[in-house]
């Protein structure tokens, strides 16, 4: 293939940067802030960062299962609005938003129930010195208040999703800022009892997160429903609660994989984490600061990842099936080169990262080893992220549950289980398999992108 049908002119990479640089600006101040978030609770001790980790990897679960359900209605909403029909994409809309109230009493209801037994999964292994039973009292408190936060994420998650499939970036960029620096000075004001306030350790950095919430979902309601004029499918939104039979059913059968697919997908993720905890507390907290700072240095994947689904969606639903293709490959090969040089950058500040953290010296050596793997690792993901993107676009979503989930279960996960539980292979040596066997996920990747069967317009029967 010529070299030339990945590079695009200068409109597509003006196109690009107008959509994607707002959704980095998000994306990279959440994780920067996450991770100062994380070095606050480091601050507290191995046990408290832990016990963070853990209840996050948990939860993750529940938020990754309201992506997966939401993205399903996502593919038909941007596939109504890149055809202009408001009604269809105003359905959509009302879809999500059962969905999500319905999986947030769940969610709520299975946490305070099973909660502490979840996260005693991840404390079998060795102490390496830290208190195993601090560890989760200090879950238990972190969680019991982050439940409060269940229902606004979901709140704004199909808010923003909704305009996001419009092309609106900007407004959830700015919801999303807010809420991370009111988040960011509660944690300061809250973990550590500052300004008069009390010193509440973990139960301060979860409170700091519930409130953060609240503000972002306050403003993202004030700018949707005072910007009606822009965002078409909000007016009448309330009117009715119909959404009509057919579209429900063409919606729950595309998305059902989708859900299969985020539920599985993070539960395989939490599964690997905890083989991990099979090494010890030092593990955990290593394997905690690598993934925060890991989320730092992907938030050009992610935004990549968004302006597919955008874009490319968007171009199906208005039957342009060969403009969906051409931007396709130059996204994909632009997220690849991108991350190569990302990589790179992860690598040369692995030494300096850990430095951040009040941690042992042996935590702190683990965790430069474990940043340089990962940053070796970033552009093998990053193709993969944007190829998933690729055929969830077009509805294919039976081959993402195969491509992602499936694949998940049957090699990482399995390969995570058998090197922890069968082996004395140190955890860096186990962390590089993990990573690098996706490898062959590029590969199967790579030749499903060489078909043109994912460039599918999911709408046009939607709408007889």
Known sequence: MKLKRFIGDRAFYRMVIRLVIPLVIQQGITSFVNLLDNVMVGGLGTESISAVAIVNQIIMVFNLTIFGGLSGASIFGAQFCGKGDWEGQRHTFRFKMYFGVLVS?????????????FIGLFLQGESDGGNIALTLQEGHDYMSIMLWGLLPFVLVQTYVGTLRETGETVAPMIASVTAILVNLVLNWVLIFGHLGFPAMGVRGAASATVISRYVELA????????HQGRYRFLQGAYASGFVPRDLMRRISVTGLPLLANEVLWSLGMTFINQSYSSRGLSAVAAINITSTAWNLFCVIMFA?????AILVGQLLGAGDKAGARDVDSKLIFLSTCIHIGMGLMLILCSDLIPLMYNIQPAVRELTSKLLRVAGLALPIHAYSHVVYFTIRSGGKTGITFLFDAVYTWAVPVALAYFLTRYTALPILWVYFAVQFIDVVKVVVGALMLRSDFWANNVVNSAEK
Do not use: C, E, K, Q
């Open 105 to 117: 009493l769940i969610g709520i209801a299975v946490f305070m129930l099973l909660g502490d037994s």
């Open 219 to 226: 403003y993202i309601l004030w700018h949707a429903h005072s």
């Open 304 to 308: 990549m990842g968004n302006a597919v």
